[in-house]
């Protein structure tokens, strides 16, 4: 029932249809949203304006946000023709595509940035923020859907709010968000929030009647969500990683149940989360940018006392399993927006310890995670920046190889840097981990290699490190003109085996 929905009945003056709300967007308007919206049919607003754009009513857009959508807002805008511009990381193939062409123009933005600079009117005024919801209080504020991300600063940034009410999320969903956004300042005072657990602000996103012009009703049935599942050569990624933590605590230098933990979505973070629900770790924590299926899991394993993100984002087994038991979820998770989780400052209090994915990883521990070959973006860098420089200990995982084995993840030099040799301490794969704390360069290298890198390939990785140290010397050797060399037998032989 409507008034379940949108109990402020002054609101429900501004329902609308989709065609009705999507008449007010004009061409080169600036847009944001956040949401999954992947759940099920295109949302029914992006849909409408999908068409619209297919007739040539509107185009020249440019979407903003830290959201990972997915074909069923940014693949339908982009097959439409309607995107100009793309702030913040993606999740569509289509788009991918057109960004890797110059079709799109993208400026890959770490995700706790691009909502503070729309706050700040860094990139122009926002014009319009589209929010998936759950409900509208008596107040006439919002109650977001299970993935609110960056949603809350849009609201306040946006000179139009446009709520799509999607009536297939339980409504028991509302009371997980906790609204709270830091002053932009200058000299603004701490965030409050000390705990992982802790709540510091409100259910809902505070917004003024006037803003919100439209407000469009949908139901989203559930179809097509991500797949999971562990392979071998990830189960053997998360035994090395578990026996690292495990001699961490009995050395002294991690408490018995950790801290906090931060990861993200894949096989490699499943892989991670089963294994700390059948390992000794109680009461582990989680403070990450997004919560997946490993996080229910561990959830219902009884091992985690506390779990907090942007968003829970999981598979249809994932969320059959939150929704039969939202209740008892509820208790152990916190939504955020995504200026709180990727906070730096919550990030060192809390000493995360951050596990992030790669693409690649050179020999002194630099890494790429964003850009295949050095010039193809994939996804985007997200938050992973921001929780590897200020983590009490920064992790990235990978397995050694890819394509069948041809292609090495531990390389000579990384063909595109997004975090420095500085702010990674450990690189684990399926072959072993390195702990690179407190070494030299050529001490990080000798140890990657080692135990990091396949079999197949440390000869040659081996090679190029003595070479380097033999004809170039200097503190981080490199043969640069031999450095892209497995780069360059990848493109002309499709292997970067000799």
Known sequence: MLEERIRCRKLLEKLATPEVATASVKSGMNIASAGEFIRGCPSAFFKCLAERAKSGQVGNLNLWSASLFGHDVEGILAEAGALSRRLGSHGDPTLRKMINTGSVQCNDIRTEMLPYHVRCGTFGSLDLAVVDAVSITEEGFIVPSHVPVDISSYVEAARQVIVEIDCSLPLEIEGMYDHYLPALGPYMGEIPLYRVEQRIGTPYIPVQKEKISHIVVSELTKQGARSVGTDER?????????????????????????????????????????????????????????????????????????????????????????????????????????????????????????????????????????????????????????????????????????????????????????????????????????????????????????????????????????????????????????????????????????
């Not at 109680?282 to 091992?303: N, P, Q």
């Not at 829970?312 to 008892?328: A, H, P, Q, T, Y």
């Not at 989780?341 to 919550?346: S, Y």
């Not at 993840?409 to 704390?437: F, K, N, Q, W, Y």
């Open 234 to 498: 990830s189960s053997r990624l998360a035994e090395h990683l578990i026996d690292f933590l495990q001699k961490e605590v009995r050395e002294g230098r991690l408490p018995p149940n950790l801290y906090p933990i931060e990861i993200g979505l894949g096989n490699i973070a499943d892989a991670i989360m089963k294994n700390l629900a059948c390992s000794d770790f109680r009461d582990i924590e989680v403070f990450s940018a997004v919560i997946g299926d490993g996080v229910i899991d561990l959830i219902e394993a009884g091992r985690c006392r506390a779990a907090t993100g942007t968003g829970l984002m999981v598979s249809d087994n994932g969320w059959e399993k939150f929704c039969r038991n939202i209740n008892e979820f509820k208790k152990f998770l916190v939504m955020r927006p995504c200026e709180i989780t990727n906070h730096p400052e919550l990030i060192r209090r809390l000493r995360v310890i951050a596990i992030n994915g790669a693409i690649e990883v050179d020999i002194y521990g630099h890494v790429n995670s964003s850009h295949v070959g050095g010039v193809s973006l994939v996804n985007g860098i997200g938050g992973s920046a921001t929780f590897a420089a200020n983590a009490h200990l920064s992790i990235f995982a990978l397995l050694s190889t890819g394509k069948g084995g041809d292609i090495s993840s531990i390389v000579p030099m990384v063909s595109h840097v997004d975090h420095s040799e500085h702010c990674v301490d450990v690189v684990v794969t399926d072959m072993g981990l390195a702990d690179l704390r407190g070494l030299s360069p050529v001490e990080r290298a000798e140890k990657i290699i080692r135990n990091c890198a396949h079999p197949d390939f440390r000869p040659l990785l081996n090679d190029y490190l003595e070479r380097s140290r033999r004809e170039a010397g200097g503190h981080e050797p490199h043969v640069l003109w031999e450095a892209f060399s497995f780069h360059q037998r990848l493109k002309q032989q499709k292997t970067m085996k000799i």
